[in-house]
């Protein structure tokens, strides 16, 4: 069995596709029941995705939140320079660090192409990256589920830097995107967030909780999406 990041309590850990196990199991009861079922296990886990912050480190679940990777296939290291607070790597050459001085925020390096004087590096801030009930999950026609969500000014930075200069890493030019989307292994990367969010960087305040478009179930609306892309 792979292992997992374990973004619940202690150190229990989340299959990697928990909804499809039980989608087999519950089928036999009916859409409604195996709806409030799924409702409900969802609920369960977003909310309340507060492992220890021993457990994880802040910039495993940072990849694996924006990048859906974990180890094996990122490296985190045991021993960091002075003025690094974490250090992660990829097979690709790609470099993940955070500062000290600035511990909400991951400084993601792009690997290099050969003899190229420029250095691409994305900037991207926790504390302005907003709460999953603040996103908006949609299926699309081929069944694709897909998780978007809006970002201020600086939350997420794009910037180029010049290395043939002298003092090197002159800033060419920098872009910060207004929003961003993802897919792919949805549930556990918004517990991932939501796991941030609880230990290390609270992030955007929580949106206000709309009425459920059901009155038998106070459920957010992205939450009520959800589970009806995991039901069909």
């Known amino acids: 069995m792979t292992t997992v990041v374990g973004f619940g309590a202690g150190n229990a850990q989340f299959d990697p596709q928990p909804a499809t196990r039980e989608r087999r199991t519950q089928a036999s009861k009916g859409p409604m029941t195996m709806r409030t ?6 609920i369960a886990a977003i909310p309340t995705a507060t492992a220890t912050a021993a457990d994880v480190p802040f910039l495993q679940a940072a990849i694996f939140f924006f990048l859906g990777l974990e180890p094996p296939h990122v490296t985190m290291a045991t021993e960091t320079k002075p003025g690094v ?8 050459g790609t470099i993940f660090l955070v500062p000290e001085d600035e511990p909400c925020k991951v400084q993601w390096l792009a690997s290099r192409q050969l003899n190229s004087p420029k250095q691409e590096m994305i900037l991207i801030d926790f504390a302005k990256i907003p709460s999953p009930r603040a996103m908006t999950v949609t299926t699309n026609a081929f069944g694709v589920v897909t998780v978007t969500y809006k970002m201020p000014p600086g939350a997420w930075c794009d910037g ?9 890493g002159k800033l060419i ?6 929003g961003n989307s993802f897919t792919g292994a949805i549930n556990r990367r918004l517990q991932a967030l939501d796991y941030i969010r609880n230990n290390f960087c609270a992030g955007l305040p929580e949106p206000p909780r709309p009425p459920s478009d059901d009155p038998g179930l106070d459920v957010p609306p992205t939450l009520l999406a959800l589970a009806d892309e995991v039901i069909e």
């Not at 180029?160 to 090197?168: E, F, G, I, K, Q």
């Not at 030019?173 to 207004?178: E, L, N, Q, R």
């Open 37 to 42: 079922f799924l409702i409900s296990a969802l």
């Open 85 to 92: 607070k974490e250090k992660a790597t990829l097979p690709s």
């Open 160 to 168: 180029w830097y010049d290395l043939s200069t002298t003092p090197p």
């Open 173 to 178: 030019k920098v872009d910060c995107w207004p």
